[in-house]
């Protein structure tokens, strides 16, 4: 009795060491307030504000195009230095942007999604690739905040 007691007790801890917190999940319209701002200036104004604030911030512009209001980028490379030097295993992570700046009337909205790049390479030639949506509100709250000023120094008011 007193073995299945302290099997029973193990196996519990272990099970419960092992539990993740539940993953929030947040409907598509939640999704898009998050990452969607509407501002009262134009086009020429909201485009440009967009595009110094990503260099801004660390991201290198792949693509833009003010006809279509699509611009993308990506920040630097972050690799693990030491899961390479000790296991082998090339571990690459990298964020890219994408934007759509839409303008509406006398109103300019702007959608951006950040999507993070996981990238590992093991021995042998196997590589293994994970993106994932960034869904933290944090990062996009910085990044209106920034572009907001960016417009109002552009713009004068």
């Known amino acids: 009795m007193r073995k299945i007691l302290l099997s029973f007790s193990i196996i519990l801890l272990t099970l419960t060491g092992c539990m993740m917190e539940p993953e929030v999940k947040l409907t598509p319209l939640e999704i898009q307030s998050m990452q969607t701002r509407t501002y009262n200036h134009k086009m020429d104004v909201v485009f440009p504000s967009v595009m110094s604030v990503l260099q801004d911030i660390g991201y290198s512009i792949n693509t833009a195009d003010i006809q279509t209001g699509l611009i993308t980028g990506e920040s630097a490379a972050e690799s693990d230095k030491a ?5 082998g295993i090339s571990n690459v992570s990298q964020t890219k942007a994408n934007v759509f700046i839409e303008e509406l009337n006398s109103e300019t909205s702007v959608r951006i999604n950040f999507v993070t790049t996981n990238k590992k390479s ?3 030639g196997q590589t293994d690739r994970e993106d994932v949506q960034v869904l933290s509100p944090e990062p996009y709250q910085n990044a209106f905040e920034k572009i907001e000023n960016a417009i109002f120094v552009r713009s004068g008011s």
């Open 83 to 87: 899961s390479k030097f000790w296991l």
């Open 122 to 124: 093991f021995g042998y």
